[in-house]
Nanobody, 114 residues
Framework: QVQPVESGGGLVQAGGSLRLSCAAS????????MGWYRQAPGKQRELVAS???????IYADSVKGRFTISRDNTKNTVYLQMNSLLPEDTAVYYC????????WGQGTQVTVSS
């Protein structure tokens, strides 16, 4: 399996925005619901948002109303628009299928300063 490639992270002040992108393998992307996960230092990796093949979205309570997940099925790419960022959103962000059936990529670091 090919690793996904996440990008778009960076350092931003609280209240700011970032847009993450993940280019995934077509073999994985085309048949699975996709998700964005994050892992903060000392914490377990958690699923923060998911999008089905048909575009139905689900969000963790901690990001609901601030984050928007979407996917482009023609590009095998999933996006995460993050607005009103908080310091507690600081983490490495990864994409994978719902159920974590694919390989993990390197992730992209998001750091939110207060």
């Amino acid at each position: 399996q090919v690793q996904p490639v996440e990008s778009g992270g960076g350092l931003v002040q609280a209240g700011g925005s970032l847009r993450l992108s993940c280019a995934a393998s077509g073999a994985i992307f085309n048949i699975n619901d996709m998700g964005w996960y994050r892992q903060a230092p000392g914490k377990q990796r958690e699923l923060v948002a998911s999008v089905s093949r048909g575009g139905r979205t689900i969000y963790a309570d901690s990001v609901k109303g601030r984050f928007t997940i979407s996917r482009d099925n023609t590009k095998n790419t999933v996006y995460l628009q993050m607005n009103s960022l908080l310091p507690e959103d600081t983490a490495v962000y990864y994409c994978n299928t719902v159920g974590m059936k694919g390989n993990w990529g390197q992730g992209t670091q998001v750091t939110v300063s207060s």
